[in-house]
């Protein structure tokens, strides 16, 4: 209980703060290519955030992803396109320091409704390990959301990363 309260307190502090910071940059977790749905959801995001890069994880292939952005008015120079990340771990862990490196402090993240709370336990692990604040922004779809199980085990895959630089069995977890 004594170890509760404080962490409490902190979590309260850290979400009153992160109120108070712009996002530099949006962050969008590449995800399934059929549809394009992030992509397309992020280049209307975009025109709405002008001035901020956009950070992909994944995705689409490079051309698809500039064609849908383009289509949306949104400048190709934008976008900055990582493709090693091979699952949601990843997604931040192979990101999040070119982020630090950036200047970037706050960003914008992006993903789908139904993976949405995996992502901000993974967030909340990776990307505060480098004090990098996001704020969430989802995707709306029609799919449930995944199964917490999920979420609980890619919460420890983080945790590991962040106090061993090493992310886990890729071939375990690409079978789940």
């Known amino acids: 209980m004594f170890l509760a309260l404080p962490l409490m307190m902190l979590w309260g502090y ?15 977790l590449g995800g399934s290519t059929s549809k394009l749905e992030r992509e397309k959801f992020t280049a209307d995001f975009a025109r709405k955030h002008p001035n ?11 051309r698809v992803t500039k064609k849908v952005f383009a289509k949306f008015g949104v400048n190709p120079r934008r976008l900055r396109l990582d493709y090693r990340a091979n699952n949601t ?20 993240l992006v993903t789908s ?16 390990s480098r004090g990098i604040d996001f704020k969430p922004v989802a995707v709306p779809s ?13 919460g ?10 090493y ?10």
């Open 167 to 176: 992310g886990g069995d890729h071939e375990f977890y690409n079978k789940q």
């Open 156 to 165: 420890v895959r983080a945790i590991v990363w962040v106090a061993t630089g």
């Open 113 to 128: 409704d139904y993976h949405m709370r995996r992502a901000k336990v993974i967030g909340e692990i990776v990307l505060s």
């Open 52 to 62: 901020l890069p956009i950070w992909i994880s994944g995705g689409s292939p490079p």
């Open 142 to 154: 029609e799919n449930s959301p995944e199964p917490i199980e999920k979420s609980i085990r890619d």
């Open 14 to 28: 850290k979400e009153i703060q992160s109120q108070f910071v712009q996002p530099q940059a949006i962050l969008v």
């Open 89 to 108: 771990v990843e997604n931040f862990t192979t990101i999040v320091d070119d982020l630090k490196k950036s200047g970037i402090k706050s960003v914008y």
